[in-house]
């Protein structure tokens, strides 16, 4: 079985060869089945496109909070007196990403910003990236599905538009928008308005493929007859696009998403209760944390991917105190190899390995929900839809921001409590209680959403 | 789990009722009916995690046998049912959210008890008295169609404080005390969370019998 699936995929790579995009980067072409809809990205592939690094050189600008009773003119003229080139003050505070001058490096610019008595902190800011992984189609091919009991899950709770998840991604394919397609399958999906952090309007399109994945793992319209299923799929989703067509984006960009989400009112309540995160960053940010903190102490739970290094400590956002950091296990319930650990990891879900056929469907164990073509995305093209098999903690981070959605449904207000209760119900992987590798361990979503009885 | 039979207290004592040898005059018996408000205060933050009240109506049936003018003995046969939801609470000190899967709690209090009557007061005579026996419990919930169930006995003691009235063969009486049945719960559930070990409380409740003579 393992040699037809290898010639399978054999065949289909020679079939559809190897497409160049963007900036010589390279994606391994979908099909292992001809005709079907189902592709596979090869994350290998999307491990070199991520090594060439973001075009927006992120890493040089500095992250300035002025102190209150400091207005613009003020913050001006400091950036102006420190070195700064250009400034951008957040639609939400007196947080500035200033850009340096010609010859000055963020670390010099941050040191004199500093010494400044107008100057909360300063910070460099850092750079974060898409956990990226592959995709395909159909709920009997989710098998992530069955590893956390879904079918159980659903005659609990299947959310409501009344709870949404903000999904902090490089975007959704949510609307027709010039070039930008609603997915297919996203027919009965409730969003709310979105925001796109790069260019200040509410055109949260996906340009890179990986948003859409992420939240149809979320709300992909489910019961419908077509196409896959999402676990939360009666939650909204708030789409934010944080992360660029290459899914590189910044600490700050971050950090105004999350405002964003934070902020929001509809009739005079914040639907938001979850934001999801799969990104990381290896560089912390007192903005971010910030930013995360006001998210939590608004009653939002914030969900991170621990990142697909195999590496501890797992990557900031999800290495904050106040996120749940979720690692990824493959159809085994196995730690997948990619996954980041340490002290910081909460909880695991399916993020799947591409290299392993578990539950020996003749597909290989990638998480599968509709999303578009990445090459073609890469040419310009945002309507090429299918459903692809991705893996990846990125694709574990927001099973566990559907259950938080759920949860909030359910009753639960506090973060501090859906986490409690989904870690006091997960299902114990690895050494006995919380370890490193598996955190509290598997998810169990129909556990977790029956909470407790009086004495049992 | 399986329990002590629940009418065993009120059987031993009508059977012993009937072997003790009377003396001259013999004593008076009773039978009262009993309702009202039972509480789980003993266990506060489980009660309204789960209840999201103070106590339950319970009803209850006795017997009982004055010996002489101040001292009375009795059997009692209480059941408790409330109805609460399913619940989360991050820890002892937190809010509980409730989760709106239903769920029924049945107790079955059994007791033996003995009262010391004071002196008439005016139309009411007052007494004091305690009781000890046992608690069977049932909880069942409902998850989506889902049934859990989880049961248990446990040891109870009881002090009471009362005033009553006869007119005729017809008595009533005015009820309070606090009732005590500890490590019944507590190792699981939301009464784990907040340590909270006893299914006892304060209670009152209002009483009619009638007596022998």
Known sequence: MRKRILATLGLALSGWGLVAIGFGLRFTGPAVQADDGVRVVDPSQLALRAAKGPRTDFASRVIVQFKEGADDRLAERCVADAGGARAARSAFGRRY?????????????????RSMSEVEYAEPDGVVHAHFAPNDERYNLQWHLKVIGAERMWDIQKGDPSVAVAV????????????FRKAPDFGGTVFLPGFNVFTRDAHA??????????????????????????IAYQSAIMPVKVLDSEGFGSNSGIAEGIDYAVKFRQGGVNPVRVINLSLGGSTRSQALQSAIDRAVLAGITVVASAGNDNTSPVEYPAAYDNVIAVGSVDGRKVKAPYSSFGVALDLMAPGGDIRRDDNG????????????????????????????????????APQVSALAALLARQGIKDPKAIQALMERTAEDLGASGRDDQFGWGLIRPAEALKGLGLSK | MKGPRRGFPLTALVLGLLVVPGPAQAGTFALMFDAGLRTMSNSPE??????DDQGGIGFGLGLSYDRGLRFRFGAEVRRINRDGERAFALDRTSEAFRLGHPLNFVMTQSLATVAFRFGKIGPVSPYLGVGFGFVSWREESNTAGVIDQADGTSGLLEGRLGVERQQGRVRLALEGGITFVPNAIGVGGISK????????GLFVVAKIGFSSR
């Open chain 1, 97 to 113: 990403v200033v850009e340096p001058m010609a010859g000055m490096d963020a670390s010099s610019l941050t040191e004199r910003f």
């Open chain 1, 361 to 396: 469907d003749g597909r290989p164990d990638g998480v599968l929900q509709q999303t578009f073509d990445p090459g073609s995305a890469a040419q310009g093209r945002y309507d090429n839809f299918g459903y692809y098999f991705v893996v990846g903690t990125s694709e574990a």
């Open chain 1, 205 to 230: 399109n996906d340009d890179n493929f990986h948003g859409t994945h992420v939240a149809s793992i979320i709300a992909e319209a489910t019961n419908n007859g077509i196409g896959a299923s999402g």
């Open chain 2, 193 to 200: 969370v907040y340590e909270e070990t006893d299914l006892g």
């Open chain 2, 46 to 51: 489980t009660e309204k995690a789960i209840f």
């Open chain 1, 168 to 179: 902090l991604d490089t975007g959704v394919a949510y609307e027709d928008f010039g070039p």
